[in-house]
């Protein structure tokens, strides 16, 4: 690594720093570095003579993230950044070694606005999705309004266009199962090689749902549009670090748990270097003296589990924190008929959405109520609330708390 790569206008004043935390992990003064830092002044405190010349030789695209954190970070890139980055990914995963991003067909289902290959707004055809051996399914901004017209376009497009990968928000997939339930359609499933599931927390039900439809393991990639893949699942569930490029950092949030917030630097993108980038992401590892150490590009990280974002974690009426992945497990556990759920705080109300597997008319949620009435009933009103379906953000991606 050279630490020319860091050499940026958003840098500068921490340069003399770069040294020592590069070799010796040791900080020092150098400061996180916020998505409300990167977006001010871009894409200028990023410029260099490199991203004037890609950008006036037409050798970079333009990418932007999702807002799912409510901050919209630009993203200026080399083509073909996403190709490379998934190769190297797939790499790391012994699981994945009979698949080859460069012969092999991925298809991809998720939001419809945009992708990592593609970005819409109107109807493309089925030719205008394929990109370079990838198809993106999707042309609808909200899949609990798929017909079943869509269904069955998806379900004959993956048949044809025949993919080794499905790469999927795994929330869209299991509304394509459901729905193909509902429509009672008799085509039989494709079955690919691998599945791999990104864009948005995996629940322990959706999960179940997908590998019992399937009969394959879902494998669970962490990552960002910006950061690119940081962490992907093998078969046997555990996380391989996709280390290339990049320093990790743990700043402790919940230590006594040894749940993590995930501090990045990485080089990837040789003209967005990101210094001590802080994800907004939680992670649990095991058991281990994690804080104030600086992981390498070699070394092995011991994630145990995704706990979701910071900005999704709540506040008991008694002081104590829950992540999304405590919620999950409360879900999990007391209502694994629960296929999709929102929960919705104020101040004065706590109210959980929930959509459940069609073979279940009558549940029993009183579990689940008194679990969310132990961690909100002191102060607030606790309610719950079948419904049948819930819409995803503006983002296109799906709200677990708000």
């Known amino acids: 690594m050279s630490i020319n790569h860091f050499q940026v206008p958003l840098y500068q004043r921490v340069v003399g720093n770069l040294g020592r935390f590069f070799e010796k992990g040791e ?8 998505k409300q830092e990167i977006i001010s002044g871009f894409p200028q405190n990023f410029m260099t003579d490199a991203m004037r010349m890609g950008i006036e030789g037409g050798d970079v695209e ?23 980055e998934f190769t190297y990914a797939y790499q790391c995963v012994s699981d994945m070694a009979g698949y080859s991003i460069q012969h092999d067909k991925k298809a991809v289902l998720t939001t419809a606005a945009c992708s990592a290959v593609s970005c819409f707004l109107d109807n493309p055809d089925y030719n205008e999705r394929i990109h370079n051996g990838v198809l993106n399914l999707n042309t609808h901004p909200d899949p609990t309004r798929w017909t079943m017209t869509d269904i069955k376009r998806i379900g004959a497009e993956l048949w044809m266009f025949a993919p080794r990968l499905l ?47 399937y009969g394959r393991p879902v ?30 950092e743990l700043k402790p949030y919940l ?20 210094l001590r980038y802080a994800t907004g992401d939680l992670v649990e590892l095991a058991d281990g003296d994690w804080a104030g150490h600086a992981f390498k590009p070699s070394e092995t990280i011991p994630l145990l589990k995704l706990h979701g974002r910071v900005k999704d974690a709540i506040v008991t009426d008694e002081g104590d924190i829950k992540t999304l992945a405590d919620l999950d497990e409360v879900l999990t556990v007391c209502a694994p008929w629960v296929r999709q759920y929102q929960l919705q ?44 379906s819930i819409a995803p953000e503006s983002s296109g991606k799906f709200a677990i708390v708000k």
Request: aromatic share 12%; hydrophobic share 45%; with cysteine.
């Open 27 to 34: 900080p020092g003064d150098i400061p996180l570095l916020s």
């Open 62 to 84: 333009f990418a932007s993230t999702s807002g799912s954190s409510h901050q919209i970070l630009q993203i200026i890139r080399y083509k073909g950044w996403w190709s490379r």
């Open 167 to 213: 790469e999927i928000d795994p929330t869209y997939l299991a509304i394509f199962l459901v729905k193909r339930a509902e429509y009672k359609i008799d085509e039989p499933l494709y079955i690919p090689d691998y599945i791999a599931a990104s864009y948005e927390y995996l629940t322990a039900t959706v999960r179940r749902l997908i590998e019992r439809a």
């Open 219 to 248: 494998l669970s990639m962490y990552g960002s549009t910006e950061l690119g893949v940081m962490f992907m699942q093998n078969r046997a569930g555990t996380f391989v670090r996709c280390g290339h490029e990049t320093i990790i």
């Open 255 to 274: 230590p006594e748990r040894n749940i993590f917030e995930l501090i990045v630097t990485s080089w990837k993108n040789p003209l967005m270097p990101f």
């Open 345 to 388: 705080v104020t101040d004065a109300c706590v109210t959980l959405l929930y959509v459940m597997n069609a073979s279940n008319d009558a549940v029993d949620m009183s579990v689940v109520h008194a679990s969310l009435r132990h961690w909100f009933g002191r102060q607030r009103v606790v309610e719950l609330l079948a419904v049948p």
